[in-house]
């Protein structure tokens, strides 16, 4: 970083975003296209610029953060693993995706039994939380939910068991919606929508969402860290996922752009949904956070 880029970057933001980021008691960031890049099976991954840093930063300050992804082919658990390997200090409660908001929802609905169509990534946080899960197929019986994430050896029979679970009575929730996450070779497709929609055509159900850029999502996110979602500070690259969900729970919403949103990818929206602050970079929200002057917090002002 130079000091350019820094000046720069400060001189850029209005008074109204420098206050709440001095006052933000936590943050959520994305992984995929803001902290790290990888390939189009979400491996190989290198941090970005300014991502060790950034976390560093944070964690030295008392804040507390979560990393958030919507991908679901490896448990929490197992992304904090992955990203501790690749550089970044993520500890195991940490790390969040929409397998562990899922279990918030779910809990909350008193589901016991839930159709996974999708691998350990999704169903191992469900089986921690003590929640039954049943495989797509036939004889099934009832079951309280279905679930859809990453899920690339999809098959008709799960499709034809997943509809007869609607049929019966079930509830569709989906990981994620977005058609796409970052990797390092462009656009990788996600599955938990094509899955989805096929599901809704057949059975004309409706659908929840247990990943960003839900409500749900972010209040699960803000219980974990003991902050409310207004007081928290949403980071991501991916137009439909963070700064929407930002701006539902009237969080700060700061878009990077390495990742699927570049300099042009909010022009379009009105004012009331494009991100209070839109950096090239987590680099250059370290530089402006540095240049801010922050000042740490107590532990006990986190929670009031």
Request: aromatic content about 6%; hydrophobic content about 45%.
């Amino acid at each position: 970083m130079t000091d350019g880029v820094t000046d720069g970057v400060t001189d850029a933001v209005t008074d109204a975003v420098r206050e709440r980021l001095r006052d933000a008691r936590g943050f959520i960031f994305d992984m995929d296209g803001t902290l790290v890049l990888g390939d189009r099976v979400n491996h190989g991954l290198r941090p970005l610029p300014g991502a060790v840093a950034m976390l560093e930063w944070v964690r030295d300050r008392g804040l507390p953060y979560v990393v958030f992804t919507n991908g679901t082919n490896r448990s929490p658990a197992h992304f904090a693993q992955v990203l501790r390997e690749a550089g970044l200090p993520v500890p195991e409660d940490r790390m969040m995706t929409p397998a562990s908001s899922a279990v918030v929802m779910f809990t909350k609905r008193g589901y016991k039994r839930v159709m996974v169509l999708g691998g350990d990534g999704l169903a191992l946080p469900l089986r921690e939380a003590g929640i039954e899960v049943v495989p797509p197929a036939d004889e099934a019986g009832p079951v309280d939910a279905v679930f859809v994430g990453w899920f690339p050896e999809f098959t008709m029979p799960a499709l034809q068991a997943a509809c007869e679970a609607v049929w019966g009575g079930a509830t569709l929730f989906s990981a994620s919606e977005t058609p796409f996450f970052a990797s390092a070779n462009g656009r990788a497709l996600g599955t938990s929508r094509a899955i989805s929609a096929m599901i809704r055509s057949l059975t004309g159900c409706g659908l929840r969402i247990t990943g960003k850029p839900s409500l749900d999502a972010l209040r699960a996110a803000a219980s974990r860290l003991g902050v409310r979602p207004a007081s928290l500070a949403v980071v991501g690259d991916d137009p439909l996922l963070e700064v929407p969900m930002a701006h539902r729970g009237r969080a700060l919403a700061i878009a990077v752009g390495t990742g699927l949103g570049g300099a042009d990818a909010y022009d379009h929206l009105p004012a009331s949904r494009q991100p209070h602050l839109h950096l090239g970079g987590v680099d250059e929200l370290l530089a402006l956070v540095t240049e801010l002057s922050l000042s740490p917090l107590s532990l006990e002002s986190h929670h009031e």
